[in-house]
């Protein structure tokens, strides 16, 4: 089975980049998609984007769109998330996913630990 980990997250300042790493253990990634979801204190959790493997198509959610970037590199067998111009409503724990291509969390059935972002104003 696939094992998710991610690494990345941190305290930035807001306006400043961060770039999330999900490397995917255990098992090559060729037949999932990459999900990235986020969860703020007292939220449930949305969907960010997602990027199929094999073909590198990506979808964002319409907020992230511009900003936020999804890449992979599969020799690696790691996604990246690059975040810019970062806002404080953006603190939340990113969660990366394994599955289908599509933005329901119920679409995914690996998950990472998530690593925590915090934008400070």
């Known amino acids: 089975q696939v094992q998710l980990v991610e690494s990345g997250g941190g305290l930035v300042q807001a306006g400043g980049s961060l770039r999330l790493s999900c490397a995917a253990l255990g098992e090559n990634f060729n037949n999932y998609a990459m999900g990235w979801f986020r969860q703020a204190p007292g939220k449930e959790r949305a969907f960010v984007g997602a990027i199929s493997w094999r073909e590198g198509n990506t979808y964002y959610a319409e907020s992230m769109k511009g900003r936020f970037t999804l890449s992979r590199d599969i020799a690696k067998n790691t996604g990246y998330l690059q975040m810019n111009s970062l806002k404080p409503e953006d603190t939340a724990v990113y969660y990366c996913?394994?599955?289908?291509?599509?933005?329901?969390?119920?679409?995914?059935?690996?998950w990472g630990q998530g690593t925590q972002v915090t934008v400070s104003s």
């Open positions: 996913a394994g599955g289908l291509f599509g933005r329901t969390a119920q679409m995914y059935e690996r």
